[in-house]
């Protein structure tokens, strides 16, 4: 089994950034996709970006392009998810998801998530 542990949301203003992280642990034996995810109320779930420990590829949601970047955190299997110049609109639950196989991307089945951790751009 893989746990995985977010840590980083809050509450900011427009422009305002955030750094969230994510952590898994337990039965990894390879490389693998790890990603955040998004949801409001009333909304679908939909993937913010995405990077596989591999090789370090990263794939983006073209709506944060630009102001998001995922990137290799301190552990093997850590990811940081820094959003810059935030919007009402980035107001959501961010779930941090993960599979373990030669696929990533945020279009492919994801088997482990976290919790979720709230982050809430308001003026």
């Known amino acids: 089994q893989v746990q995985l542990e977010e840590s980083g949301g809050g509450s900011v203003r427009p422009g305002g950034s955030l750094t969230l992280s994510c952590a898994a642990s337990?039965?990894?034996?390879?490389?693998?996709?790890l990603a955040w995810f998004r949801q409001t109320p009333g909304k679908e779930r939909e993937g913010v970006a995405a990077?596989?420990?591999?090789?370090?590829?990263?794939y983006y949601a073209e709506a944060v392009k630009g102001r998001f970047t995922i990137s290799q955190g301190n552990g093997a299997n850590t990811i940081d998810l820094r959003m810059d110049s935030l919007k009402p609109e980035d107001t959501a639950i961010y779930y941090c998801?993960?599979?373990?196989?030669?696929?990533?991307?945020?279009?492919?089945?994801?088997?482990?998530w976290g919790q979720g951790t709230q982050v809430t751009v308001s003026s």
């Open positions: 998801a993960a599979v373990f196989n030669y696929l990533c991307g945020l279009d492919i089945d994801f088997g482990y």
């Open positions: 337990g039965a990894i034996y390879s490389g693998g996709c």
């Open positions: 990077l596989y420990t591999g090789t370090g590829a990263t």
